[in-house]
């Protein structure tokens, strides 16, 4: 294990190459059709060969099978698949690198109020979704601290569906959010979400969230990425796992690695629970990347009676930590009281996953 | 906790009532819409009255509410969604009543190989998809047996999206499951693909698995239920979890309550799995019904490797079993190989399973 | 265009060979990790050819790439992807080949009251949910026979997922469309919902429709196959296309060609409507498969407001044909009545869909 | 119909309200549990009061049922749901009001190269994917053009999943498309990707295109709302028609009412096609909202083979144009090659599109 530097300078993003040398090269297989003629073949290679790429022509009885080989860059493959007499184009290497775990096998381990998060030692995050008042957020510090939570999350600048819900406290709500860490020595985690507030999030954050709706805002993405912050990026409620790796992969473009991904539900048709927790994600992201995981339980359900029992079965797949709503006063939140746990029920949860994370040999 | 007997007689289904009186009264709500004129408010009242149900008029001034009361059985709501200035009926009562925990708040025991199913004790269905030959199913049940499985699984007639795939031994694999339990003493779980095949099956099994594709397939819910025999009703991977207990509702109309349902992952628009194991519907089943739920999370992620881990959050998230899939050799298998666990690795399943059975206190 | 006869005897499913010899050789690929074994390479070879298959090997710079050429059965490719060193195994041929355009380029038709579906007129499919009464059935096949409706639908076997619900008339409904059909002079669209169901409603029907919930029922598919009757072929609500083109394979492999496949709608996280129509599924089917294509946007919409508009899109997009809700009085039908034209709408689709109809230069 | 003009300042989102009075009165309808107790519904009426709104009880045999009638503001009903001995809430009124046919019944006109988008003529948006190079946005624009479409599109910004794939020409590419305007007089459509992005983006646009990955950047909608411009609002492949809706409320509640709706394609389960169409969406938004509508067959099914017959379902359907990536060298295009058609195919499509619209009563 070890906290991983990814290759700063030549592997900024944009129209420039990533790198100009590398020991791996990408490669795509073009399946040509099996009536495909001879023609029709030599062309693909033409093609192919007009990219500086090189071929290797397999001749089967039932198809002709392309190798394309690349350099270290991944190869857009739709510009072959639109070619006459291709069936199909199969890509070999994953379309991610940096975030891959065959290019950077120890785990990431990046640090959090004396944790390593990727580490052994479990993270919980808890805290209300809005920042509403300065008394509701230090009540709330107060008692997540005493129940053993390791970071304060609390929104100040909130998306909402309507824009006749409450938008969050806006810079106050950071202010508030900052003294909640003076008291209580909790760092900090809230959300940034648009680019133009990533420097006033980062002046008063220890951990900036990227937020599900806006996992593919490929401008905050980079500038979440150079401010050099803790990035805790949530999957979106309908983005793959591969989408949410190659989003964490522009901000390892940018040459910061403080990554915590995060599993918060996806949108499927099961109506009972408000998202489908996707709890196979949690050990396909450990085989995948070398980034810590942790789990919403919160919005993975949507209602507060399932919390505890997924936020459990979250640590038992093995996932590195937990994110969790609690608010004091539920039936006054201004947002999200009905998936929030109160502060008693919080500290059940974290005592109940601590079983469950010496169950799997972790603290 | 009790061993639950359902009403038979009068609650056989059909175009008859349900049963002649009870204590419940089903009932939904007709929201007028805003503009709704006084006489589509008259004749949706009428309608109401029409079909013998008595009507509760609520008149505010934004809109006009009609709580429509019924007798003891569901009312079909879209009844009323056609009528004129209606802008929508809200179901009150859950669908299903003979399945709802409210109607039978203990939870129903499965009695199988000594272990109450739903009781304190995790129970553990492991084998091959398919029975392939004597060797095989031999080998695979005295191994699972050792690991410490309560009954063995094995497909004799299996359902296969395509008809070039192989379909099973049909009786041939039943006689030879039939000989695994002699040879082990585990009990037979083995899936019935149709009514006419209820008989059969009944004959050898002691457990007869309603598989995902079938959940809805009502001819063989009806037959299964009269059979008597143990019901492992597999969810569908495209129903909801209400529809699941509709199915299961279906099974107590006939008087049988020896239901043990299961989760098996639901199809998404995620690629990297074959299903998305709905870790959610165990807390949710668990509160909305009496009986007992297990998961399978072989079908759930459809690869080995992610098995154990999401085997572990079934368990965690308060699942009273599972049903895995083991192979002597998953290289040779006739299906499902690549999500089928070899003996060496069940077995270090079942130990980690304990550990997390014991974190959440129980056996 | 041709009335298509697929190869019958050989073509048996089960667990004997499909045919004994043909032109067309099933292929799959077998990527080998990037840092694969040669001995891994060498042992993946020996399975390949254990299996009676020969391999035709390519290592590229990348990786190792190992073709396997079958006979003409396709190639279950799991048995592969289970060994070591395999990154991932691609199929380079579809799953079906009796219902694939490739095999049999020209359309089928499929006779139905004179029409051949499939052919340049479009065929309407029109009737209730459920078959109710006398007065209901005869009322409705006379109105839509004068809208211009090719064939009467009605379901006298009806799947709910609720056991409380109506649960259609049985024979007697088949007795009153036999009686709609003598009045009228259109042939009856109506469900056998198990195998057993087959018989009496082959006694009645002329189309025997295989409904959604039943589309992998397999048991089904083969007694309907083997009934020679024509097959109105239902998609299934979370089927891909591609396991509908495997459903329709069961079928043809029983030697019955007759088959006409129905877009009905699949199941989305979108609320607003009861299904989401997949009407990207029109021209896709219609390019991989020779079979016709009918849309049902009664309940791919699930609102009659809808209804017409889906109607119109359907045909401009390529179907062959409707099959449509209609009912003399929604407000009173026992199901589905929400999704129900009355006649005078119904009546109002047929002329916009005939302007659509000769749009795309169809009748 | 009418160009509609939303009442601008009161309007303004944010945590002021919406505006001071109104005949609309907002409600939800909180159903008690059926068990609970007198001072369960004491306290949720005394917290309802508490929230300054007025209640309306009906005590059914069956269960209690408080009405919640508010101000003009939307209620956020989860601030009940979390009560004890609450069932559920329910929504009377639908959470948008100035996108809502309801508040506005004509149809809104949306000026676009003389022609009103929204009326009886259909709008034709084409053009590539990204901007690539000087010759190959004007060969497209004089090519589009001359088949007859109305507006240039093309990426100047383009959001990419993968860092490493072709991020656009940025400014240069809205210089080279205000050229093609200047050559062929197309007004431009092309995309603000963030907030920062809209005042450059502005000054060369004449309209801005909201991707679907940003449909819920509510910087960048509240941002383009004040710009001024008309908006071209794309449906979240992951969103529902509502949250459309709610998103055009942000542009809408800045006084900007050019907005035209696009539904894009939705993700599910199915692979063959890279999104599926939700055709649903033309009629159920023709229904809910003032606003035009218009379809994109190139994303909605991602393969140029399916785009004509999609365009000619979305016409029929009720839509009131589309929008269509052309490139005059697919296989060269630096993204989106394989949906992309041809000038000759395109102008194929506009002239079977002519037909439908024809055949629907439009030009």
């Not at 379309?95 to 096998?105: D, G, I, Y």
């Not at 202010?175 to 979400?193: D, Q, S, Y």
């Not at 991904?261 to 996806?266: A, V």
């Amino acid at each position: 294990m070890s906290i991983y530097t990814p290759p700063p300078a030549s592997a900024r993003i944009g129209r420039r190459r990533v790198s100009e040398s590398g020991p791996e090269e990408s490669s795509v297989i073009i399946v040509m059709q099996h009536n495909a003629s001879v023609k029709q073949i030599a062309d693909a290679v033409a093609r192919v060969e007009a990219k500086g790429l090189r071929v290797n022509i397999s001749r089967g009885e039932e198809c002709t099978i392309i190798g394309v080989i690349g350099d270290d860059r991944p190869i857009d493959r739709t510009q072959f698949e639109v070619l006459d007499g291709v069936e199909k184009v199969v890509p070999i290497l994953k379309p991610f690198k940096l975030a891959s775990r065959e290019m950077h096998p120890p785990d990431t381990l990046v640090p959090l109020n004396g944790i390593n998060v990727g580490g052994n030692k479990i993270v919980v995050i808890a805290g209300p979704c809005s920042v509403e008042s300065r008394e509701q957020i230090l009540e709330t510090a107060i008692a997540v601290k005493e129940a053993g939570a390791t970071a304060l999350r609390g929104g100040a600048f909130k998306p909402r569906s309507s824009p006749y819900s409450f938008q969050g406290l806006g810079e106050k709500g950071l202010e508030l959010l900052a003294e909640a860490r003076e008291a209580t020595g909790l760092p900090i985690v809230t959300e940034a979400m648009s680019s133009e507030q990533v420097a006033i999030v980062a002046r008063y954050a220890d951990v900036i969230q990227i937020g599900a709706r806006n996992m593919q805002n490929y401008t905050l993405l980079n500038t979440a990425g150079e401010s050099g912050r803790t990035i805790l990026l949530k999957r979106g409620m309908m983005s793959t796992i591969e989408e949410l790796l190659m989003s964490a992969e522009y901000i390892l473009a940018q040459g910061n690695s403080r990554i915590i991904l995060c599993e918060r539900g996806i949108r499927t048709f099961e109506k009972y629970t408000r998202n489908t927790t996707d709890i196979n994600a949690i050990p396909v992201l450990k085989q995948m990347t070398h980034l810590p995981v942790i789990l919403d339980p919160s919005h993975g359900t949507g209602k507060w009676e399932y919390v505890t029992a997924v936020a459990r079965a979250g640590i038992a797949a093995g996932a590195d930590g937990l994110i969790v709503e609690v608010h004091p006063h539920p039936e006054e939140a201004l947002s999200d009281g009905v998936q929030s746990l109160r502060p008693e029920k919080f500290a059940q949860l974290v005592s109940e996953v601590r079983q469950i994370a010496r169950a799997v040999g972790r603290e």
